[in-house]
Every structure is written in structure tokens, then in C-alpha cells.
């Protein structure tokens, strides 16, 4: 898993100084935990992140994105409520869902959004 800055943002999402329209910059869906260090159900969804992170590996990209330190991505993408996780599938348009959900939600989000069977 690992925590995305602006920069590296632009380079491995979405390089939103360049593009208008939304073009994902990944070869593999991904999923983009905003979060903070000070918010308690962030805290939770961390190891359940982890351990996608390492079931799903080679087949989608897990990264975090600290809320106070990216405040520019954040307002980017209209986070008023942390965690919140963004689904961004190859192709077509990112999905958002807000709240720490369990492991068996993000799962099924990630085989109906971003297409992926773990088998």
C-alpha cells in the first residue's frame, strides 16, 4: 500500500493539470483510501486495507491518501467525510463510497466496479 502526494498522484491516477476530463493514468484499477491520522474508523479500515492489498496484488493498486497533508486532493474531490474510498476502474468513471466498510463490501465493490475476481 502506499501513501500518494500530489505528485505521485498525477503521475500513477490522474495528472489534473493536464487532462479536463478524467484519464486514469493506471494499468491496473486501483482503489484510493483518503484518510487522516487522527480519525478513528480511518484507523480501522487500515489492516483491512493491507490485507487486500496483499490478496489482490498484481491485480489492483491500494493507496492512501492523508486528508491533511493533500489538501488539494481532497477538495479535488469533494471529501467532506473521511475514510472514503474511490474506486477507479480502467476504464470509465471513478467510484466513491464513504465510511469505514467491512472487507466482504469492499470485495464485492471491487469485483462489480473495478471487474476483479480474486480466483
Known sequence: MENLTKEV?????FDF???KEWKFAGDKPCI???YADWCAPCRTLTPIMEELSEEYKGKVDIYKIDTEKEQELAAMFGIRSIPSILFVPLG???QMATGALPKDALQKAIEDVLGVKLN
Not at 498522484?9 to 491516477?13: A, C, G, N, Q, S
Open 92 to 94: 470509465g468513471q471513478p
Open 17 to 19: 493539470e493536464n487532462n
Open 32 to 34: 484510493i483510501d483518503f
Open 9 to 13: 498522484f498525477k503521475e500513477k491516477v
